[in-house]
């Protein structure tokens, strides 16, 4: 008799296991367009996040025409700088001829930060 409840309990547990696959399937296909459309922004654009240490990173952020460096931590951001058109151009350019927007120009920027400001003192 223990063996037939043991027996019947699996069974059923392998029948419902296709219906919840499933249903989580379907769960994260209408999540992820959902929240692909909600991240189209028509003034906002993040172009590159860099983790930096554990949970802080720095990104590039499009807002309207103007381009921000970021430094994102726990603690909140900061605006590390903003880039001039002709900075942004250079790494676009770079980037085309990488075929993907790489670590290498961010991490030219970073240098090229430390001539204009020592934002890490702040």
């Known amino acids: 008799m223990l063996n037939s409840e043991l027996l019947l309990s699996w069974l059923k547990i392998i029948a419902a296991l296709p219906i919840v696959l499933l249903l989580a399937y379907i769960s994260m296909k209408l999540s992820r367009s959902y929240m692909s459309n909600f991240k189209k922004g028509m003034f906002m654009k993040v ?72 934002w890490r003192q702040k």
């Open 47 to 118: 172009i590159e996040t860099i983790p930096v240490y554990h949970k802080s990173a720095v990104s590039i952020v499009q807002i309207g025409t103007k381009y921000f460096v970021l430094g994102v931590s726990e603690q909140g951001m900061q605006i590390i700088t903003e880039l001039t058109e002709k900075e942004m151009d250079e790494m676009k350019a770079q980037s085309k001829t990488q075929q993907h927007f790489n670590s290498n120009a961010l991490s030219k920027l970073m240098t090229g930060l430390k001539d204009k400001k020592d």
